[in-house]
């Protein structure tokens, strides 16, 4: 049941930071609601008021700015998922938004409300994400397995390959299995100075050495060391595609319960 509360709809951020000073820990900001309300009707957190940043004029905007993507705060997933500046820049991002939750929840939940629900009482706001497209060569790819409405595991590699054939850059981080999403950056390292044909290869013990660097957490969605060896199955998996694409390939595998962006 929800308790009574005040709602504030600033129009301007400076207009915001005045009633976040005015409130303080009395008040939260509240873009979509997905999370925040249902904390609210369970008693787990307690406001005097909300303060909703949905009319804050700009923090919607999806834009390109000197060579860099800005997503507004306030832009919903379903926005993200159609935007035609993503989908040409940023397409793996577009089609990872296409999975987030149901349509419904896409319509409604917000970028910048899923990256701050770590902390609904923060008195600080995040007004935009600015995302730097990847260099020509790149490969990326996203898993995420879930039975239930909410994740187990997601996993994001992106590598980039140099004139030559070979890795130059990696990206590796696992999401879901811990209490934050983590970079491997070790693991990324091992994969420099690799061809594709190298990076499929190598797929086992770069996942075996993942598994190791997760932080798991037991929870309903299972127990640390079962999310330890999906992060290992999980990260093989990734490897796999990616090394394909970027050999040119792609993989058509099918895994149960399982998106594959």
């Not at 980039?160 to 054939?165: L, R, Y």
């Not at 050495?209 to 798991?216: C, K, R």
């Not at 992060?231 to 993989?251: E, I, N, Q, S, Y």
Request: net charge neutral.
């Amino acid at each position: 049941m929800l308790r009574p509360f005040a709602l504030y709809r600033p129009t301007t951020l400076p207009e915001l930071g005045d009633l976040l000073a005015e409130h303080g820990s009395d008040a939260a900001i509240y873009a979509g609601g997905t999370e925040l309300l249902l904390l609210l009707k369970e008693g787990m957190i307690r406001v005097r008021c909300l303060i909703d940043v949905k009319r804050v004029a700009g923090l919607d905007a999806i834009a390109s700015d000197d060579g860099a993507i800005t997503i507004g705060a306030t832009a919903r997933h379903r926005a993200v998922e159609r935007s035609v500046l993503l989908r040409e820049r940023c397409p793996l991002l577009a089609g990872v938004a296409a999975h987030v939750a149901n349509v419904r929840v896409r319509h409604v939940g917000t970028v910048g409300g899923n990256l701050a629900f770590a902390d609904p009482h923060s008195d600080e706001i995040m007004t935009s994400v600015r995302l730097r497209p990847w260099p020509r060569g790149t490969a990326g790819a996203y898993l995420k397995f879930g039975v239930y409405e909410r994740p187990t595991l997601g996993v994001a590699l992106a590598v980039t390959m140099s004139s030559a054939g070979q890795v130059s850059e990696a990206r590796l981080a696992v999401g879901c299995v811990g209490p934050r999403p983590l970079r491997l950056p070790d693991v990324e390292q091992e994969m420099i100075g690799a061809t594709a044909e190298d990076l499929g290869d190598a797929a086992k013990p770069l996942a075996d050495a993942a598994a190791e660097a997760a932080e798991t957490l037991a929870d309903l969605h299972g127990s640390a060391d079962y999310k330890r060896e999906m992060t290992r199955v999980f990260v093989r998996r990734a490897v796999a595609v990616v090394a394909a694409r970027a050999a040119g390939r792609d993989l058509h595998e099918r895994y149960p319960h399982t998106v594959v962006v």
